[in-house]
């Protein structure tokens, strides 16, 4: 399966604060100083980040023009470390595709990211019999094996759906593909206690042609590697 090299030195840290969305206070390991930290993930990420919560930080590629020199990469939670950094979803998943190493998607190249439809940007557009829009969706919530998306209410994602819907009536094959990133859950589900709405759009995407796959990827070591399939349920929990 597709595995990404993740580049430069890990610091680790404990969560101390989530201070807004996208920003939380950390205490580095090495001098025990608090700092501010960039957290790429909208989500709650309230089972992840709990005080003392060690958490993988890696320094900024653009630091030199932001106020926060670290990013959030992952927590360690259950044993396992679990990438919060939610754009790995969109870069493990383009290396599959890139590599050709998803049968779901054989006969189909990658030919743009990020492309543009109606109000939305998706992640990928392939090229095959039919072209192929794409996007990726990061999930780091899983309980008593079932992971959930979304954890946090998402008018985006709902809007995602809506324009894979839209495209998928107009001739184009869509899809939607959830990367999980730990290797306990053996089902996904949507998250209607969370956000209904999302849950509702996924289920109408799906009967109207959108296809909705999982995939698990875990860390180790400086990479992370796809390690499986997950089955989507639509069904909802009981």
Not at 2 to 15: D, T
Not at 21 to 27: M, N, P
Request: proline share 5%.
């Amino acid at each position: 399966m597709a595995r990404l090299k993740i580049e430069g030195e890990m610091v680790r840290g404990r969560f101390l604060a989530r201070t807004s969305r996208f920003s939380v206070i950390a205490e580095v390991a090495d001098g025990g100083e608090a700092h501010s930290c960039h957290l790429p993930n909208p989500g709650r990420l309230r089972e992840l980040l709990v005080p003392g919560a060690e958490l993988l930080l890696r320094p900024a590629g653009d630091r030199h023009r932001r106020k926060t020199k670290l990013d959030v990469f992952a927590a360690v939670a259950d044993g396992e470390t679990i990438v919060v950094d939610s754009r790995v979803a969109n870069q493990i998943l383009r290396g599959a595709l890139s590599s050709g190493e998803l049968p779901e998607f054989a006969g189909w190249k990658l030919e743009r990211s990020e492309p543009a439809r109606g109000r939305s940007r998706l992640d990928f557009l392939l090229a095959g019999e039919r072209p192929c829009l794409l996007e990726a969706k990061c999930c780091t919530l899983v309980r008593d094996g079932i992971a959930l998306f979304p954890d946090a209410p998402t008018e985006r994602g709902r809007r995602h759906l809506q324009e894979l819907a839209g495209a998928h009536r107009e001739g184009y094959r869509a899809a939607i593909v959830f990367v999980v990133m730990r290797g306990d859950a053996s089902a996904l589900m949507p998250n209607d206690d969370t956000d209904p709405a999302f849950g509702a759009a996924l289920r109408e995407a799906v009967a109207g042609g959108v296809e909705a796959m999982a995939l698990a990827a875990r860390y180790r070591d400086g990479w992370i590697e796809l390690s499986g399939r997950v089955a989507v349920d639509l069904s909802g929990l009981k």
